[in-house]
Nanobody, 122 residues
């Protein structure tokens, strides 16, 4: 059974930075991709970044967010810089099968973490 545990998050002023961490247990990062997703109030969950042997970013975070992974530690990180108020959301780490259709992960296959809150506000 795959377990996903995130840490990080919190509140930061516009222009600030935060780092999210995600530890996967029960499977290896070599097996399937890990993605960061977010869900703002009243909105659907959307992909932010995904990492396997390749990396994908949503257009709205390119140049500001960096995803990385440490395979021996089974951990994935999301460094978020130049945060904007519209970045406010619950951020989820997910581990699952890749989706050829969406380019993210297949929803029915994903093991999710609990989702730390990220709030960008002055």
């Amino acid at each position: 059974q795959v377990q996903v545990v995130e840490s990080g998050g919190g509140q930061v002023q516009p222009g600030g930075s935060l780092n999210l961490s995600c530890v996967i247990s029960g499977r290896s990062l070599d097996d399937y991709p890990v993605g960061w997703f977010r869900q703002a109030p009243g909105k659907e969950r959307e992909g932010v970044s995904c990492i396997s042997s390749t990396i994908r970013y949503a257009d709205f975070v390119k140049g500001r967010f960096t995803i990385s992974r440490d395979i021996p530690k089974n951990s994935v990180y999301l460094q978020m810089n130049s945060l904007k108020p519209e970045s406010t959301a619950v951020y989820y780490c997910g581990y699952g099968y890749p989706s050829v259709l969406t380019g993210w992960l297949r929803d029915e296959s994903v093991s999710w973490g609990q989702g730390p809150q990220v709030t960008v506000s002055s």
